[in-house]
């Protein structure tokens, strides 16, 4: 992303809320997406898990990096994380990747901020960016996630009582919808009476706070070994701030056995530890 275009996109996002980057991803990456989400559903037989949140005719898959390798190349992917280095932190983690398979006949979501765990006063800066990519259009007839513009700037949590207004973030299969995680939001109701509508939420936070998905847990360490440097920063595999996170005094990086992202805590830079006299 030019650097002119990101400023505006992360200009929309301080705003607004969110931004959509229509037709953002190659067509032929998209669909091999769809064909792996679809062949992990087959595979694991996958139901809906029949509750408010997750749904009653919606399937999910969470932890998409230990099903397919091919997932890989979503929390990295050149056309997005730079527009979430810029909202969040270039430390920042990634907090879970889940495709939302969203059957006819669903009902809309309860509209909630992403960052509802996080126990601080409304507003405040961005603590989590939550993408959600398009691998089929999003219709309003289909389920399109609704959006409240601006509900990121409130002071409160939405009453799960009350309806709120909202838009539909209606757009081609391809692109991807980037919102501050304080935005309140939800999928749509499915009323098409035939199609799928299929998304993946690839979500993010600033580096020194937990991820909503256990990455060190989740992924298995053999897998978690081929990843390239950036994904394996992205799941914890490196100090934060040269300090947090470390292992016995150096890189998590290390304790996976992987020979990478060496560094040693409290070593490097502004992060250094404090030199005081011993004469003193
Ligand atoms: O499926 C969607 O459009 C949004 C899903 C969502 O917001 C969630 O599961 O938290």
Redesign the pocket.
């Known amino acids: 992303m030019e650097k002119a275009e990101l400023e505006i996109r992360h200009k929309q996002i301080e705003e607004e809320g969110y931004t959509i980057l229509e037709n953002a991803i190659e067509p032929d990456l998209i669909a091999e997406f769809r064909d792996e989400i679809h062949r992990v559903e087959r595979e694991r037989d996958t139901a809906p898990k029949g509750n408010t949140?997750e749904g009653f005719k919606t399937l999910r898959t969470y932890n998409l990096l230990a099903k397919s390798a091919s997932f890989q190349k979503m929390p990295v992917h050149e056309a997005v994380l730079p527009l979430v280095e810029k909202v969040l932190e270039p430390d920042c983690l990634l907090s879970g990747m889940?495709s939302?398979d969203?059957g006819p006949g669903e009902v809309p979501?309860p509209l909630?901020p992403?960052d509802f765990v996080i126990n601080v006063k409304r507003p405040h800066p961005p603590l989590v960016c939550t993408t959600?990519w398009a691998l089929t259009d999003f219709t309003e007839d289909n389920?399109a996630?609704r959006i409240v513009p601006g509900s990121h700037k409130r002071d409160q949590l939405p009453d799960y009582s009350q309806s709120y207004e909202s838009i539909p973030a209606v757009m081609p299969a391809g692109s991807v919808l980037v919102f501050d995680g304080a935005l309140w939001?939800?999928?749509?109701q499915n009323r098409s009476g035939d199609s799928w509508r299929l998304?993946i939420?690839v979500q993010y936070c600033a580096g020194f706070i937990r991820t909503q998905q256990n990455q060190y847990v989740g992924i298995p360490r053999e897998i978690a070994r081929t990843f390239p440097d950036r994904l394996l920063e992205l799941c914890g595999y490196a100090l934060y701030k040269g300090i947090t996170g470390h292992v016995d005094g150096e890189s998590p990086a290390a304790a996976l056995g992987v020979d990478r992202l060496v560094e040693t805590a409290y070593a490097a830079g502004e992060n250094a530890a404090p030199t005081i006299s011993q004469d003193d």
């Open positions: 949140v889940t939302m969203l979501q909630h992403d959600i389920g996630t939001h939800g999928s749509g998304g939420n």
